[in-house]
């Protein structure tokens, strides 16, 4: 038999029940974190701060249906000038674009952003693309490797 000394009082049952009630709810919270974590953040494709990284994929060109509109870096296009659109790489950086076919490559300027489709890797221009014999075609492999970063971030304000 417990003597009514022993025994726990409301409170403390109450401060029990709480106590179980609070760490039940916690538990599928951590069941859920523990099976969403994110994998470990890895470095994109084309580092643009280490030169001589390299990428190869599929890359197309771009020209007079763009001439003169507004680039993602706020110059003009210009299909007669040595650029190219990049998903990633800083505006401004320099790349050299390698034609894998033929062996013809050409230094370009990231002023844009892209492509955004059919898993290519770069957009050049025009002249460019002549210049590395891509723009008969319209579409070939290319290696990229990346010259120098830009040396200061581009800014376009259009106000």
Avoid at 21 to 32: C, D, G, K, R
Avoid at 93 to 100: A, D, F, G, H
Avoid at 126 to 146: N, S, W
Wanted: aromatic share 6%; charged share 20%.
């Amino acid at each position: 038999m417990v003597s009514a000394s022993k025994r726990p009082t409301r409170a403390q049952l109450m401060g029990s029940l709480c106590g179980l009630v609070f760490a039940a709810s916690l538990m599928p919270t951590v069941a859920i974190a523990e099976t969403t974590r994110k994998p470990a953040v890895t470095k994109p494709a084309m580092s643009p701060a280490v030169s001589h990284q390299i990428q190869v994929g599929d890359a197309s060109w771009y020209g007079k249906h763009h001439q003169g509109r507004r680039t993602a870096s706020g110059e003009l296009f210009d299909a007669k000038s040595m650029t190219a659109a990049h998903p990633t790489l800083p505006l401004g950086s320099e790349v050299r674009v390698t034609n894998l076919k033929n062996g013809r490559w050409v230094d370009v300027r990231v002023t844009d952003r892209g492509p955004f489709g059919h898993r290519r890797v770069i957009d050049v221009s025009q002249a460019a693309a002549e210049e590395i014999g891509l723009k008969g075609k319209g579409v070939g492999r290319v290696k990229i490797e990346a010259l120098r970063p830009t040396p200061k971030p581009i800014v376009y304000h259009p106000y």
